[in-house]
């Protein structure tokens, strides 16, 4: 069964930073491109970032390009969101997703549950 | 402000069919396949249509999508009251170096 479980959300002041992580399970990781997908409370779904299988290929959204950097340990099946500057507009549930092919813009035909970020002083 | 449109409401009653229009650009849809997610309440999304009008295992026939041009639909037929929920077409888009991008959800509603 496919498992995507993720961790590090905080509430946290404006500027900081932070790293969240995904723990992958349940299939060959190396074969998949992951993503990083967030939801503003009661808005709806904004895509992060994402990587292909070896870390190749890599892409952001405008809005997080040059303070998130994405990265991805294929031995111990991780991805992660290094998260710096964050701002008040980052505070959502980020979501872990795989991508359904090895290329960071394959379909995202799994997702984890979230885990929320909360920025704020 | 999302880069695909999308009607923020939609509805219907049971037994219904319903559609829900996605509208994007020649750097997005015009060029690349379009997927549909459901998001029912307090659950995080999952893959509902994917490759235009490709249905993962254990999504039901009801459920079906399309592509021309720069526009794509989903279509729900046989409208169940388990359907209400959100629906966000999605895609990659080719500009900027590339990057995924969303529609804005419509809130499907079964009377």
């Known amino acids: 069964e496919v498992q995507l479980v993720e961790s590090g959300g905080v509430f946290i002041q404006p500027g900081r930073s932070l790293r969240l992580s995904c723990a992958a399970s349940g299939f060959t990781f190396d074969d998949y491109g992951m993503q990083w997908v967030r939801q503003a409370p009661g808005k709806g779904l904004e895509w992060v970032s994402g990587l292909s299988w070896n870390a190749g290929t890599i892409a952001y959204a405008d809005s997080v390009r040059g303070r998130f950097t994405i990265s991805r340990d294929n031995a111990k099946n991780f991805v992660y969101l290094q998260m710096n500057n964050v701002r008040d507009d980052d505070t959502a549930l980020y979501y872990c997703v795989r991508s359904m092919t090895l290329a960071v813009s394959g379909p995202s035909d799994y997702w984890g549950q979230g885990t929320l970020v909360t920025v704020s002083s | 402000q999302s880069v695909l449109t999308q009607p923020p409401s939609a509805s219907g009653t049971p037994g219904q069919r319903v559609t829900i229009s996605c509208s994007g650009g020649n750097s997005n849809i015009g060029s690349n396949t379009v997927n549909w997610y459901q998001q029912l309440p307090g659950t995080a999304p999952k893959l509902l249509i994917f490759n235009n009008n490709q249905r993962p295992s254990g999504v039901p026939d009801r459920f079906s999508g399309s592509k021309s041009g720069t526009s794509a639909s989903l279509a729900i037929s046989g409208l169940q009251f388990e359907d209400e929920a959100d629906y966000y077409c999605?895609?990659?888009?080719?500009?900027?170096?590339?990057?995924?991008?969303f529609g804005g959800g419509t809130k499907l509603t079964v009377l």
């Open positions: 999605g895609t990659w888009d080719d500009s900027l170096s590339g990057r995924g991008v």
